[in-house]
């Protein structure tokens, strides 16, 4: 009986070995994405402000919930809006530039070449218009996204409701104030 040569004993056993962890690697691949199948995905924006009739802005948060498959508006913890994505008519974007005038003649009484400055830029502001219809009576919802996460929540729009939102452009931007 021809015994084996330390080099094949151990090549086999590398073999072996490999053999096993490639199984075990595949077999954790399948359960983690079977895993992930029967779970909807939520998406949350908290840098929003909710606008209401009185045009004033209260901190709100966005959340694209394929659970439930509407869009949630929540102010305080509580639900303002559950809006399902089938009941979504438009939603639109837009943004507002202004130049900071009050700010600059506030800043103006402490130092007056830092006031001057402030007057002439500009602050941008982005808006989100959900329209949708409860029942038979048409609702608007509008919030004020930040600027860091305007880009993300229109794409998320797009993603969780199927629908692009209209580019209405930019508001007041050649009126005077």
């Not at 691949?29 to 029967?38: F, H, N, Q």
């Not at 009941?87 to 600059?104: P, V």
């Amino acid at each position: 009986m021809a015994s084996l040569s330390f080099p094949a004993a151990a090549a086999r056993k590398s073999e072996r070995v490999k053999r096993i962890v490639s199984v075990l690697l595949i077999d954790l691949m399948l359960t983690l994405v079977l895993a992930g199948l029967g779970r909807a995905e939520e998406t949350t924006f908290r840098r929003v402000k909710l606008l209401d009739m009185k045009n004033k802005q209260t901190r709100a948060t966005l959340i694209f919930s394929d659970n439930a498959k509407a869009l949630i508006v929540r102010r305080s913890n509580r639900d303002f809006a559950t809006i399902p994505y089938d009941r979504i008519d438009n939603i639109s974007y837009e943004f507002t530039k202004k130049h900071r005038i009050k700010l600059g003649v506030i800043s103006m009484l402490a130092t007056p070449v830092v006031g001057v400055a402030v007057m002439f830029t500009k602050s941008t502001s982005h808006w989100l218009d959900i329209d949708y219809h409860d029942e038979s009576m048409p609702k608007s919802v509008v919030l004020r996204m930040d600027k860091r996460e305007s880009q993300a929540i229109l794409d998320a729009v797009k993603k969780h409701t199927g629908k692009k939102a209209e580019f209405l452009g930019c508001r007041l931007c050649n009126m005077k104030n």
